[in-house]
Protein backbone atom coordinates (compact mmCIF):
# COMPACT_ATOMS: atom_id res chain seq x y z
CA UNK A 1 0.00 0.00 0.00
CA UNK A 2 1.57 3.62 -0.55
CA UNK A 3 2.11 5.28 2.44
CA UNK A 4 -1.13 6.94 3.60
CA UNK A 5 0.51 9.68 5.44
CA UNK A 6 0.79 12.79 4.45
CA UNK A 7 3.57 14.12 2.74
CA UNK A 8 4.23 16.88 5.31
CA UNK A 9 4.11 14.34 8.35
CA UNK A 10 6.61 11.78 6.49
CA UNK A 11 9.43 14.59 5.95
CA UNK A 12 9.14 15.28 9.21
CA UNK A 13 12.28 14.55 11.13
CA UNK A 14 11.57 13.45 15.39
CA UNK A 15 12.37 16.01 17.67
CA UNK A 16 15.96 14.82 18.38
CA UNK A 17 15.82 15.88 22.31
CA UNK A 18 12.65 14.12 22.71
CA UNK A 19 13.97 10.87 20.52
CA UNK A 20 16.83 10.71 22.56
CA UNK A 21 14.77 10.91 25.88
CA UNK A 22 12.32 8.41 24.62
CA UNK A 23 15.26 5.60 23.98
CA UNK A 24 17.12 6.62 27.03
CA UNK A 25 13.63 5.33 29.15
CA UNK A 26 12.99 2.75 27.03
CA UNK A 27 16.80 1.11 27.65
CA UNK A 28 16.05 1.82 31.53
CA UNK A 29 13.10 -0.04 31.63
CA UNK A 30 14.49 -3.16 30.11
CA UNK A 31 17.12 -2.94 32.86
CA UNK A 32 20.21 -0.87 31.63
CA UNK A 33 21.55 1.75 33.69
CA UNK A 34 21.37 4.72 31.88
CA UNK A 35 22.14 8.76 32.90
CA UNK A 36 20.04 10.71 31.06
CA UNK A 37 21.74 14.07 30.28
CA UNK A 38 19.49 14.47 27.09
CA UNK A 39 16.80 16.12 28.04
CA UNK A 40 16.67 19.71 29.13
CA UNK A 41 14.46 19.49 31.73
CA UNK A 42 15.45 20.68 35.50
CA UNK A 43 15.46 18.12 37.92
CA UNK A 44 13.98 20.09 40.75
CA UNK A 45 10.02 20.02 41.85
CA UNK A 46 7.71 23.18 41.32
CA UNK A 47 7.99 24.85 44.27
CA UNK A 48 5.70 24.78 46.70
CA UNK A 49 4.12 28.33 46.10
CA UNK A 50 3.57 27.57 42.88
CA UNK A 51 2.21 24.50 43.67
CA UNK A 52 0.04 25.92 45.94
CA UNK A 53 -1.71 29.05 43.93
CA UNK A 54 -2.80 25.63 41.64
CA UNK A 55 -4.15 23.71 44.27
CA UNK A 56 -6.26 26.96 45.55
CA UNK A 57 -7.33 27.43 41.67
CA UNK A 58 -8.75 23.74 42.18
CA UNK A 59 -10.21 24.06 45.12
CA UNK A 60 -11.84 27.42 43.87
CA UNK A 61 -13.66 25.89 40.88
CA UNK A 62 -11.44 27.21 37.81
CA UNK A 63 -12.46 24.46 35.58
CA UNK A 64 -14.34 26.29 32.54
CA UNK A 65 -12.73 26.88 28.92
CA UNK A 66 -10.16 30.39 29.71
CA UNK A 67 -10.00 32.86 26.94
CA UNK A 68 -8.08 31.46 24.04
CA UNK A 69 -5.44 34.02 25.02
CA UNK A 70 -5.18 33.41 28.45
CA UNK A 71 -6.58 34.86 31.68
CA UNK A 72 -6.87 38.46 31.54
CA UNK A 73 -5.06 38.29 35.23
CA UNK A 74 -2.18 36.48 34.02
CA UNK A 75 -1.21 38.44 30.76
CA UNK A 76 -1.28 41.57 33.15
CA UNK A 77 1.19 40.03 35.42
CA UNK A 78 3.09 39.25 31.78
CA UNK A 79 3.07 42.39 31.06
CA UNK A 80 4.24 43.34 34.49
CA UNK A 81 6.78 40.90 34.22
CA UNK A 82 8.09 42.15 30.60
CA UNK A 83 8.35 45.67 32.40
CA UNK A 84 10.32 44.29 35.33
CA UNK A 85 13.07 42.06 33.94
CA UNK A 86 12.83 43.05 30.26
CA UNK A 87 12.16 46.52 30.17
CA UNK A 88 9.69 45.68 27.06
CA UNK A 89 6.29 47.94 27.61
CA UNK A 90 3.40 45.36 26.30
CA UNK A 91 0.07 45.99 27.22
CA UNK A 92 -2.32 42.59 27.53
CA UNK A 93 -3.62 42.88 24.00
CA UNK A 94 0.03 41.93 22.80
CA UNK A 95 0.30 38.77 25.10
CA UNK A 96 -0.59 35.44 23.78
CA UNK A 97 -0.44 32.30 26.29
CA UNK A 98 -0.05 28.92 24.96
CA UNK A 99 0.94 25.30 25.89
CA UNK A 100 4.66 25.60 26.32
CA UNK A 101 6.96 27.89 24.28
CA UNK A 102 6.98 25.03 21.48
CA UNK A 103 3.45 26.35 20.79
CA UNK A 104 3.99 30.04 20.73
CA UNK A 105 7.11 29.42 18.04
CA UNK A 106 4.72 27.18 16.24
CA UNK A 107 2.62 29.92 16.27
CA UNK A 108 4.32 32.34 15.23
CA UNK A 109 5.89 30.73 12.53
CA UNK A 110 2.49 29.70 11.15
CA UNK A 111 1.22 32.77 11.11
CA UNK A 112 3.72 34.70 9.35
CA UNK A 113 5.46 32.19 6.81
CA UNK A 114 4.54 31.74 3.93
CA UNK A 115 5.89 28.85 1.49
CA UNK A 116 9.11 29.62 0.06
CA UNK A 117 9.86 32.46 2.73
CA UNK A 118 13.73 32.20 4.10
CA UNK A 119 14.17 31.77 7.84
CA UNK A 120 17.42 32.68 9.24
CA UNK A 121 18.47 30.44 12.06
CA UNK A 122 21.60 31.26 13.71
CA UNK A 123 23.70 28.11 14.99
CA UNK A 124 23.41 25.99 16.95
CA UNK A 125 19.99 26.74 17.21
CA UNK A 126 17.07 24.53 19.24
CA UNK A 127 15.95 21.38 17.14
CA UNK A 128 12.30 22.18 16.45
CA UNK A 129 13.01 25.52 15.27
CA UNK A 130 13.84 24.00 11.82
CA UNK A 131 11.33 21.46 11.70
CA UNK A 132 8.59 23.75 12.35
CA UNK A 133 9.94 26.19 9.51
CA UNK A 134 9.66 22.62 7.36
CA UNK A 135 6.26 22.33 8.19
CA UNK A 136 5.36 25.92 7.14
CA UNK A 137 7.43 25.25 3.63
CA UNK A 138 9.54 27.80 4.12
CA UNK A 139 13.10 27.30 3.91
CA UNK A 140 15.57 27.49 6.61
CA UNK A 141 19.07 29.00 6.15
CA UNK A 142 21.68 28.01 8.63
CA UNK A 143 24.03 30.98 9.46
CA UNK A 144 27.05 28.72 10.61
CA UNK A 145 29.37 29.75 13.91
CA UNK A 146 31.53 27.25 15.90
CA UNK A 147 32.79 27.08 18.98
CA UNK A 148 35.89 29.39 18.20
CA UNK A 149 33.48 32.01 17.88
CA UNK A 150 31.85 31.40 20.93
CA UNK A 151 29.34 29.79 18.83
CA UNK A 152 28.37 33.56 17.89
CA UNK A 153 27.17 35.08 14.57
CA UNK A 154 28.78 38.65 13.13
CA UNK A 155 26.47 40.98 12.01
CA UNK A 156 28.48 40.69 8.43
CA UNK A 157 27.51 36.86 8.51
CA UNK A 158 23.75 38.29 8.82
CA UNK A 159 23.58 40.71 6.17
CA UNK A 160 25.50 38.01 3.97
CA UNK A 161 22.59 35.25 4.59
CA UNK A 162 19.49 37.93 4.32
CA UNK A 163 18.01 37.89 0.24
CA UNK A 164 14.92 38.93 -0.74
CA UNK A 165 13.07 35.81 0.80
CA UNK A 166 13.88 36.33 4.13
CA UNK A 167 10.71 36.97 6.38
CA UNK A 168 12.60 35.51 9.61
CA UNK A 169 15.28 35.22 11.88
CA UNK A 170 15.41 33.26 15.14
CA UNK A 171 17.67 34.27 18.38
CA UNK A 172 18.02 32.77 21.53
CA UNK A 173 19.64 33.86 24.23
CA UNK A 174 20.57 31.99 26.87
CA UNK A 175 21.03 29.61 23.84
CA UNK A 176 20.25 26.09 23.73
CA UNK A 177 22.32 24.15 23.21
CA UNK A 178 25.46 26.41 23.58
CA UNK A 179 24.33 27.93 26.84
CA UNK A 180 25.73 31.45 24.89
CA UNK A 181 24.64 34.71 25.70
CA UNK A 182 24.38 38.09 23.16
CA UNK A 183 25.24 40.78 24.97
CA UNK A 184 23.40 44.49 24.78
CA UNK A 185 26.21 45.63 22.33
CA UNK A 186 26.00 42.56 20.13
CA UNK A 187 22.50 42.79 20.01
CA UNK A 188 22.61 46.10 18.81
CA UNK A 189 25.05 45.28 16.15
CA UNK A 190 22.61 42.70 14.85
CA UNK A 191 19.81 44.93 14.78
CA UNK A 192 21.68 47.35 13.03
CA UNK A 193 21.89 45.20 10.31
CA UNK A 194 18.21 44.56 10.38
CA UNK A 195 16.96 48.01 10.27
CA UNK A 196 18.04 48.34 7.05
CA UNK A 197 15.96 45.34 6.18
CA UNK A 198 12.44 46.68 7.62
CA UNK A 199 10.65 43.05 6.07
CA UNK A 200 12.69 40.88 7.80
CA UNK A 201 10.76 39.92 11.65
CA UNK A 202 12.54 38.65 14.91
CA UNK A 203 11.18 36.23 17.04
CA UNK A 204 13.32 36.54 20.34
CA UNK A 205 13.52 33.11 22.20
CA UNK A 206 13.85 33.83 26.38
CA UNK A 207 13.30 31.03 27.66
CA UNK A 208 16.60 30.44 29.54
CA UNK A 209 16.35 34.37 30.80
CA UNK A 210 16.36 33.20 34.18
CA UNK A 211 18.79 30.94 34.41
CA UNK A 212 21.93 33.11 33.61
CA UNK A 213 25.69 33.01 35.64
CA UNK A 214 27.86 35.67 34.52
CA UNK A 215 25.91 38.96 33.10
CA UNK A 216 22.49 39.87 32.47
CA UNK A 217 20.61 38.79 29.52
CA UNK A 218 19.46 40.96 27.26
CA UNK A 219 16.03 41.35 25.48
CA UNK A 220 15.69 42.21 21.78
CA UNK A 221 12.63 44.06 21.79
CA UNK A 222 14.12 46.51 24.10
CA UNK A 223 16.05 47.88 20.91
CA UNK A 224 13.36 50.33 19.83
CA UNK A 225 13.68 50.26 16.32
CA UNK A 226 12.99 46.78 16.82
CA UNK A 227 10.14 46.02 19.36
CA UNK A 228 7.77 46.40 16.26
CA UNK A 229 8.76 43.54 14.04
CA UNK A 230 10.42 41.22 17.46
CA UNK A 231 7.90 38.84 19.21
CA UNK A 232 9.47 37.91 22.14
CA UNK A 233 8.83 34.37 23.74
CA UNK A 234 9.26 33.29 26.99
CA UNK A 235 7.74 30.49 29.22
CA UNK A 236 7.94 28.68 32.38
CA UNK A 237 9.03 25.52 32.01
CA UNK A 238 12.90 26.09 32.57
CA UNK A 239 12.90 28.75 35.33
CA UNK A 240 10.28 27.73 37.66
CA UNK A 241 10.81 23.98 36.89
CA UNK A 242 7.19 23.18 35.52
CA UNK A 243 7.86 21.24 31.98
CA UNK A 244 5.14 19.43 32.47
CA UNK A 245 2.35 22.62 32.90
CA UNK A 246 2.57 23.86 29.63
CA UNK A 247 2.97 27.75 30.07
CA UNK A 248 4.50 29.63 26.96
CA UNK A 249 3.96 33.11 26.06
CA UNK A 250 4.86 35.88 23.96
CA UNK A 251 4.35 39.58 23.55
CA UNK A 252 4.26 41.16 20.14
CA UNK A 253 2.59 43.57 17.96
CA UNK A 254 -1.10 43.27 18.31
CA UNK A 255 -1.58 42.08 15.09
CA UNK A 256 0.61 39.31 15.26
CA UNK A 257 -1.30 38.48 18.78
CA UNK A 258 -4.73 38.30 17.22
CA UNK A 259 -3.13 36.15 14.67
CA UNK A 260 -1.97 33.72 17.18
CA UNK A 261 -5.12 33.70 18.85
CA UNK A 262 -7.31 33.02 15.55
CA UNK A 263 -4.40 30.10 15.03
CA UNK A 264 -5.36 28.92 18.81
CA UNK A 265 -8.77 29.22 18.64
CA UNK A 266 -8.25 26.39 15.60
CA UNK A 267 -5.85 23.99 16.94
CA UNK A 268 -6.47 24.55 20.84
CA UNK A 269 -8.46 26.72 22.34
CA UNK A 270 -6.94 28.24 25.72
CA UNK A 271 -4.69 26.64 27.95
CA UNK A 272 -4.95 24.57 30.90
CA UNK A 273 -6.80 26.88 33.18
CA UNK A 274 -5.04 25.29 36.46
CA UNK A 275 -1.46 25.60 34.85
CA UNK A 276 -2.58 28.94 34.16
CA UNK A 277 -4.05 30.28 37.60
CA UNK A 278 -0.67 28.67 38.63
CA UNK A 279 1.38 30.86 36.06
CA UNK A 280 0.28 34.01 37.69
CA UNK A 281 1.87 33.95 40.97
CA UNK A 282 5.11 32.26 38.92
CA UNK A 283 5.53 34.93 36.62
CA UNK A 284 4.59 37.84 39.57
CA UNK A 285 7.31 36.04 42.10
CA UNK A 286 10.61 37.88 42.66
CA UNK A 287 13.29 36.36 40.79
CA UNK A 288 15.22 35.79 43.95
CA UNK A 289 12.74 32.74 44.65
CA UNK A 290 13.98 30.75 42.34
CA UNK A 291 17.88 31.80 42.68
CA UNK A 292 18.19 28.74 44.55
CA UNK A 293 18.10 26.30 41.43
CA UNK A 294 20.43 29.06 39.51
CA UNK A 295 23.00 28.62 42.41
CA UNK A 296 22.50 24.97 41.94
CA UNK A 297 22.81 24.94 38.14
CA UNK A 298 26.01 27.27 38.18
CA UNK A 299 27.88 24.83 40.55
CA UNK A 300 27.26 22.16 38.17
CA UNK A 301 28.56 24.15 35.27
CA UNK A 302 31.68 24.57 36.99
CA UNK A 303 31.85 20.30 37.63
CA UNK A 304 30.80 19.64 34.41
CA UNK A 305 33.67 21.81 32.51
CA UNK A 306 35.84 20.48 34.84
CA UNK A 307 35.58 17.35 34.38
CA UNK A 308 35.09 17.25 30.55
CA UNK A 309 38.05 19.31 29.68
CA UNK A 310 40.43 16.41 31.89
CA UNK A 311 38.79 14.38 28.99
CA UNK A 312 41.40 14.48 26.00
CA UNK A 313 39.50 15.55 22.59
CA UNK A 314 36.94 17.53 24.45
CA UNK A 315 36.87 20.99 23.28
CA UNK A 316 34.40 22.74 25.84
CA UNK A 317 33.31 26.32 25.94
CA UNK A 318 31.76 28.12 28.96
CA UNK A 319 28.57 28.11 28.94
CA UNK A 320 26.43 31.45 30.58
CA UNK A 321 23.24 30.78 30.78
CA UNK A 322 20.89 27.33 30.21
CA UNK A 323 21.64 23.89 31.78
CA UNK A 324 23.74 22.46 28.67
CA UNK A 325 26.94 21.99 27.93
CA UNK A 326 27.91 21.75 23.78
CA UNK A 327 31.63 20.90 23.91
CA UNK A 328 33.14 20.14 20.16
CA UNK A 329 33.97 16.25 19.48
CA UNK A 330 35.20 16.20 16.28
CA UNK A 331 38.76 15.69 17.41
CA UNK A 332 37.41 11.68 17.73
CA UNK A 333 36.12 11.94 13.98
CA UNK A 334 37.75 9.16 12.00
CA UNK A 335 38.89 7.17 15.14
CA UNK A 336 37.89 3.81 15.43
CA UNK A 337 37.29 2.91 19.34
CA UNK A 338 36.91 -0.55 20.82
CA UNK A 339 36.27 -1.54 17.46
CA UNK A 340 33.75 1.31 16.78
CA UNK A 341 34.48 3.88 13.98
CA UNK A 342 32.91 7.37 14.93
CA UNK A 343 32.87 9.41 11.78
CA UNK A 344 30.28 12.38 13.21
CA UNK A 345 28.80 13.32 15.97
CA UNK A 346 25.67 11.30 15.74
CA UNK A 347 28.33 8.32 16.07
CA UNK A 348 29.77 9.87 19.05
CA UNK A 349 26.89 10.19 20.63
CA UNK A 350 25.78 6.39 20.03
CA UNK A 351 29.00 5.42 21.12
CA UNK A 352 28.28 7.32 24.53
CA UNK A 353 24.93 5.49 25.06
CA UNK A 354 26.17 1.92 24.05
CA UNK A 355 29.69 1.77 25.96
CA UNK A 356 28.71 4.67 29.13
CA UNK A 357 25.18 4.10 29.30
CA UNK A 358 24.96 7.54 29.13
CA UNK A 359 22.35 9.88 26.92
CA UNK A 360 22.75 12.89 24.77
CA UNK A 361 21.83 14.40 22.32
CA UNK A 362 24.50 14.90 18.85
CA UNK A 363 25.17 18.51 17.41
CA UNK A 364 23.52 17.85 14.29
CA UNK A 365 20.02 18.34 14.79
CA UNK A 366 21.22 22.14 16.34
CA UNK A 367 23.13 22.52 12.75
CA UNK A 368 25.91 22.25 14.74
CA UNK A 369 27.64 18.66 13.23
CA UNK A 370 30.88 19.03 15.62
CA UNK A 371 29.14 19.01 18.90
CA UNK A 372 27.35 17.23 21.21
CA UNK A 373 25.03 18.74 23.85
CA UNK A 374 24.61 17.55 27.34
CA UNK A 375 22.31 18.64 29.88
CA UNK A 376 23.76 19.59 33.44
CA UNK A 377 19.92 19.78 35.00
CA UNK A 378 20.93 16.37 37.04
CA UNK A 379 22.07 15.53 40.42
CA UNK A 380 25.95 16.49 40.82
CA UNK A 381 25.94 12.36 41.66
CA UNK A 382 24.53 11.46 38.53
CA UNK A 383 27.10 14.28 36.11
CA UNK A 384 30.24 13.05 37.62
CA UNK A 385 29.31 9.19 37.23
CA UNK A 386 28.67 10.07 33.84
CA UNK A 387 31.23 11.67 32.74
CA UNK A 388 33.80 8.98 34.37
CA UNK A 389 31.68 6.59 32.24
CA UNK A 390 32.83 8.72 29.44
CA UNK A 391 36.02 9.32 30.24
CA UNK A 392 36.52 5.01 30.95
CA UNK A 393 35.01 4.69 27.51
CA UNK A 394 37.18 6.47 25.91
CA UNK A 395 40.22 5.57 27.00
N1 LIG B 1 13.58 22.16 25.20
C1 LIG B 1 14.06 20.99 25.87
C2 LIG B 1 15.31 20.47 25.22
O1 LIG B 1 15.83 21.06 24.32
C3 LIG B 1 12.97 19.98 26.00
C4 LIG B 1 12.78 19.01 24.89
C5 LIG B 1 12.25 19.64 23.66
O2 LIG B 1 11.10 20.07 23.67
O3 LIG B 1 13.02 19.71 22.71
O4 LIG B 1 15.79 19.46 25.66
Keep these: MKNPLSDRITSLPASATLAMAAKARELKLAGKDIIGLSLGEPDFNTPDFIKQAAIDAVNQDYNAYTPVDGYLELKEAICTKFKRDNNITYTPNQVVVSTGAKQSIANIMQVLLNPGDEVLLPCPYWVSYSAIATLCEAKSVEIRSSIEANFKITPAQLEAAITPKTKLILFNSPNNPSGVMYSEQEYRALAAVL??????????????????????????????????????????????????????????????AKACTKLQGQITSGTNCIAQRAAITAVLAPVTKIQYMVDEFKTRRGIIIDLLREIDGFNVNVPEGAFYVFPDVSAFFGKTIHGIKIENASDFALFILEKANVATVTGDAFGAPDCIRISYAASELQIREAIKRIKEALS
Aim: without cysteine.
Design 195 to 256: EKHPNIFIMSDEIYEHINYDAKPFSFAAIESMYDRTITVNGLAKAFAMTGWRIGYIGAAEWI
